[in-house]
């Protein structure tokens, strides 16, 4: 399985890879949403994106817009990964075409039991 992680946080998106790798992800990784808009436009293949919310150039929500208007992307299993923790939002991300939903800070439990929800391990 391929993940993508889209986070602006160089960190987090240490953070998330790691986790992902020992569960068996291939890891690419973007600073922003138009970077990763870019990598799936010119067809890097990817089973998962994790997606954080507030990035500059393209936010996470744009993100999620753009990849569910394009058809040939939308096998794309998205979990928005973000410190955004108003219903509005969570509503907001879930409705655009989020799969899931996880607030930072997580566990790495949690995260993996997110993956689980969306039948990835």
């Not at 923790?85 to 800070?105: Q, W």
């Amino acid at each position: 399985m391929r993940a993508l992680i889209v986070d602006d946080s160089k960190s987090m998106r240490m953070i998330l890879g790691k986790a992902l790798k020992e569960v068996g992800f291939q890891v690419t990784e973007s600073a922003d949403g138009q970077q990763a808009l870019d990598r799936l436009n010119t067809g890097e293949e990817v089973e998962l994106m994790l997606v954080d919310w507030n990035m500059p150039v393209m936010n996470g929500y744009e993100l999620v817009c753009a990849v569910r208007a394009n058809a040939l992307l939308s096998n794309i299993r998205i979990m928005m990964v973000t410190t955004e923790t108003s219903i509005t939002n969570i509503e907001k991300a879930l409705n655009a075409g989020a799969n899931e939903y996880l607030m930072k800070p997580f566990t790495k439990e949690l995260l993996l039991e997110k993956l689980a929800m969306l039948g990835l391990v």
